[in-house]
């Protein structure tokens, strides 16, 4: 039972295939895939195609234009037809694909690549040769995505068959312009670009590039380009366009950028009747911008214009060995000047400039860089001007008033530098370097000159120090004074004192011997009485030999006298004995002891 089952079922499959078979032969049935495309050969004809065409229109034999879409299709005998089942086109994302026509009209001479006509992204090939689809490498190119193009007319590079044809796989890769970057274009088709000019001017309506017929139908020019491609990504053909990633133009804090255009709108001078050493323009126009680039990043291609950097802050310029950051100064070295004596020495001066951001256009403009503005404009003002000036002093008379001659510099260099819009800050003098045979004579000079000082100084101090000594010795005399005249004084105190008591004495005396002198006057008349008396009694020889014995008495007198004196009379002879007792002891109380 089972075996018969198979019989039966292989017979219907067979028959199954069979009527397919018929079908197709009879019916010219062909069934293209999802994923397909059907080339369809017509393998005769009653018309030939023209001489040099490869794709059928008309039904001639050979390559049928039109394709054959997903699905049954009938009457393609195989009698007739051959039917070729092609993959379709598969571009990936983040790729592009090229294409190249086998046939189709001739390209003019004029330019290389096919223009872009309606063909359905070129899956349309009756179209595209119907419209006057050109023969070789077109403009247009497929973008990501899939496409039932017919491969007997287009020939469709991608990545994975480029190198075939001499492009690399980068080229079919959808171009990143990188952030902070620009993009400059150079374009491999188009009319020539015009005389007198090096780039092909801005034209609108292409979308950047990517839609190269707009391009080519709006006048646009082969060769390097003005427009630029900013940051992003963009599909661009290859053949049609080459695109160099450069830096943006950066303007560091402290400058301004000048930008000198060498294409653009026609040349119109906007500096006005003021300005006579050159022309400004507006943006967009050809030569210097009458407005500068402020700092940041721009956007320029600098294939096609020049952006000069100057500085707004102050630029300080050495006439000497050393050089600035900058290095604006590097060409410049120590001024050599002549004296109206007649010598050559050597000065260093250090100028002190700024360039206003407004009057930076007009600098470039008259001088073209700020190199060639100190170049050909401030040093020979500056070297001049010392030159000259030097010529009406000394040697000496320069050094020693160097003050002066820096402010008179510094007036005329500022002077000299406003007609070149450049605001000139200060002019200072550096080292000045004399003759070394004067600076000699000048150094002998100045050593005896110190010489004579320091003689004149240790004088001063030797006589500082003599009269410190002296006035030393009249502090120590003067104590010696001062005590002297203090014992002067204590002594007059103390004869004062001694006067005083002198006569305190004097008058206690005089009191005492007014005193005395009444005793003794009442005791001398007292005894005056009595030696009258005893006078009037015994009489005066008798009284006078009672007064002599007792004071012998009295005395302790010895009886015999060391003197005899003889006299005449009995009173003469007494008196004598006792004046020459008295002459006797004055005598010997006067020799010495």
């Known amino acids: 039972m089972n075996t018969l089952f198979h019989l039966m079922l292989t017979y219907w499959w067979a028959t199954l295939i069979l009527f397919f078979i018929l079908l197709i032969n009879v019916f010219g049935v062909v069934h293209i895939g999802e994923q397909q495309v059907g080339l369809v050969i017509k393998r005769f004809a009653m018309r030939s195609l023209p001489p040099g065409e490869i794709i059928a229109l008309n039904g001639e034999a050979g390559f049928q234009a039109d394709t054959l879409p997903p699905g049954l299709h009938f009457g393609y005998w195989k009698w007739q037809y051959s039917v070729q089942r092609m993959p379709m086109v598969v571009v990936p994302q983040g790729e592009l694909a090229l294409v190249v026509a086998r046939t189709g009209s001739a390209i003019p001479p004029q330019r290389i690549l096919g ?109 390097l380009q003005e427009q630029i491609l900013l940051s992003g990504q963009w599909n661009l053909n290859p053949w049609f366009a080459h695109v160099e990633q450069v830096e943006m133009v950066e303007i560091p804090i402290g400058h301004v950028g000048v930008v000198i255009s060498y294409v653009g709108n026609l040349h119109e001078d906007v500096s006005g009747p003021d300005f006579k050493h050159g022309d400004l323009v507006e943006v967009g126009h050809k030569g210097v911008w009458v407005r500068p680039l402020l700092p940041g990043k721009h956007p320029l291609n600098l294939r096609v214009m020049r952006v000069e950097l100057v500085p707004t802050t102050n630029i300080v310029l050495n006439w000497a060995t050393r ?180 006569e305190g004495d004097a008058a206690s005396t005089r009191l005492r011997a007014a005193g005395d002198a009444d005793a003794i006057r009442s005791t001398g008349q007292a005894k005056a009485e009595a030696h009258y008396a005893g006078i009037q009694a015994v009489g005066q020889d008798t009284y006078a030999l009672m007064q002599l014995f007792q004071i012998i008495a009295e005395k302790n007198l010895r009886v015999v006298p060391d003197v005899l004196v003889n006299g005449g009379g009995a009173n003469g002879g007494l008196v004598e004995a006792l004046m020459a007792l008295v002459t006797k002891n004055t005598r010997q109380a006067s020799l010495p002891s």
């Open 115 to 223: 223009r872009v006509v309606k063909c359905d992204h070129f899956q349309d090939a009756r179209a595209f040769l119907q419209n006057g689809g050109e023969k070789g490498r077109q403009l247009g190119v497929l973008t990501a995505g899939s496409y039932r193009i017919n491969p007997s007319l287009f020939q469709i590079l991608t990545t994975r068959n480029c190198h075939e044809h001499g492009i690399g796989p980068n080229q079919l890769r959808i171009l990143n312009i990188e952030p902070d970057k620009v993009g400059i274009v150079t374009t491999l088709d188009g009319a020539c670009i015009e005389q007198g000019e090096i780039a092909g001017p801005i034209v609108a309506g292409h979308n950047n590039f990517q839609d190269a017929q707009a391009f080519l139908s709006a006048g646009g020019r082969r060769g």
């Open 323 to 502: 050089t600035e950051a900058h290095q604006f100064d590097q060409k410049l070295s120590s001024i050599t000047v002549r004296s109206r004596d007649g010598f050559a020495f050597n000065l260093d001066v250090a100028q002190i400039i700024h360039i206003g951001a407004n009057n930076a256009p007009k600098v470039i403009s008259r001088a073209g860089s700020v190199q060639n503005l100190i170049d050909h404009a401030l040093q020979p003002i500056v070297g001049n001007y010392f030159r000259n000036s030097a010529q009406a002093y000394t040697v000496l008379d320069f050094l020693g008033a160097r003050t002066e001659r820096q402010s008179e510099a510094a007036q005329h260099i500022a002077a000299a530098l406003r007609e070149y819009d450049v605001e000139a800050i200060d002019t200072l003098i550096g080292d000045i370097t004399p003759p070394e045979s004067l600076m000699k004579t000048q150094t002998d000079r100045k050593i005896a000159e110190e010489h004579r000082k320091t003689y004149e100084m240790q004088e001063a101090a030797e006589k500082q120090r003599q009269q410190l000594v002296r006035q030393t010795s009249l502090a120590d005399i003067q104590n010696q004074v001062v005590s002297a005249e203090e014992g002067v004084r204590i002594s007059e105190l103390h004869a004062s004192a001694a006067v005083k008591k002198s």
